[in-house]
């Protein structure tokens, strides 16, 4: 049962034409190359403007279903494959969304998902402008299988991996836009892209289920021209165990993977996790202390 | 804001006594080398005796107090060390828990912590032995810090230690015993054990904390002579980005570590993780499944 996956990671252009010339190109490739589902990078069509809080940027939103969607669904249906794209949604005025848009491979809309943890750093500030999710987490069917698609700032949440896994998904999928700040020394730099790989791997253990991550890469200045972000790429799978499948480095990348859905089975009969969940003792993760 | 972690990672004969010996040494040498706090395997007592169900032996519990905490405690407070150990625990006839007991530094029990996760695998035959513990999952007020002790099999629930962090805990601590199948291939034993490190490392990214897992190491053979279990070593500490610090190999090795707990608090500055959590959504992580 296994299912090719493809990537593609790109370097996003100021011009949202070009953005989505490449991103269905990709597309195009990863499906000639096999790819039966194919992952995209968070908020594709632009740069990434959560650099700075500007009102005037909210024109940059469309609503979903939209032309962004239909783009997709068009190379969708063309390629005949599923695709995980990633819209910024005006769902009305003043309720923005971080939305993945799930096309099915005969082009239509197979389902949504609005990212739920809302990140709010330095150079991004990603609570100005978009409306937390309001639930709940769930997989969306598709011909593919239950995909569990979480956006960036979710894969630091082991809750966010564990309700998809709960809720029945096949595999977890991450659309990212996330990078380093070059005034960071080269061991933070490092110790931050460790991070980030490992905590999604372990998503894949604790949970018994392969995952895809996908970011941007490139380095887009920021509006006020002071710092920056060098998106750092390294878009990656993993399988049941944790175990590294397939990786990029800091170049745009059209990634193909092979990923055997018949091991979440495996893997959770041998590695029972699910099985001793204490769920008696964890009333207090719905919390935010349990002091 | 340093603190000097010391494990003891040893082999385990068949002789309570010499283990205890070896144990007992190794945290001399720890304290000698400069450590506050020792942490030692999962019942070190004894052969890791569930590899078989017997129920003879029951007669290797003992009561908490008693003859493995006044040990531990009166070598803590030789050595003037916080020390973190395991015991078979007989909390009364048919009540037994794989209990680790925190000694203080004056050789007082501090507080003890009873395994929340109960594994139940070929060869770890656990859930025929331990009650699991009835909880709540909250940290051990000592003079080194509020030391977050978990127990091997809870090393695979990011609710285990997502309970931990909420509760206070400055560092999670994890006695373990765990090994390879010797029939497993070089392949499978890899992503055993990386899958091992991995999700512990994301237990101290995932809570912006700092983590020692303690393993024991050697072969035990089965006592129905077929299979036995190698156990791994691999006894290591992360910092609070989940970076490797140290970590011991195969062999019997009396580790040191100097942990900084000033990184709990910056680390939780450059990444929020905690704010963000959304608690209005995670009621589903009390049921079994979210379907």
Known sequence: MNLTVGWVQQAMTGDAETNMQNITDGVRAAAKSGARLVVLPEL??????????????????EPVPGPTC?????VAAECSVVIVGSVFERRM???????AVV?????TLAGIYRKTHIPDDPGYYEKFYFTPGDGPLYPVETSVGR?????????WYPEAARLMA??????????????????DSADEKKRQFDAWQTIQRSHAIANGLPLVAVNRCGIETAPDSVGG???WGGSFAAGCQGELLASAGEEPDTGLVEIDLSG?????????????????LYKKLTARLAI
Chains 1, 2 share one sequence.
């Open 147 to 155: 995909l569990g698609v979480l956006v960036c700032w979710d894969q």
């Open 44 to 61: 594709h069509r632009t740069h990434y403007f959560c650099q700075t809080e500007n009102p005037a940027l909210f024109d940059l939103s």
């Open 264 to 280: 979440v089975e495996r893997v959770r009969r041998i590695w029972p996790f699910l099985r001793d969940r204490r769920i008696d």
């Open 93 to 99: 005025p003043g309720v923005y969304h971080n939305t």
């Open 70 to 74: 239909d783009a997709l669904g068009s």
């Open 103 to 107: 096309l099915e491979c005969d082009g």
């Open 166 to 183: 709960l809720a029945g998904a096949d595999i977890l999928l991450y659309p990212t836009a996330i990078g380093w700040d070059e005034a």
């Open 229 to 231: 972000i060098r998106f």
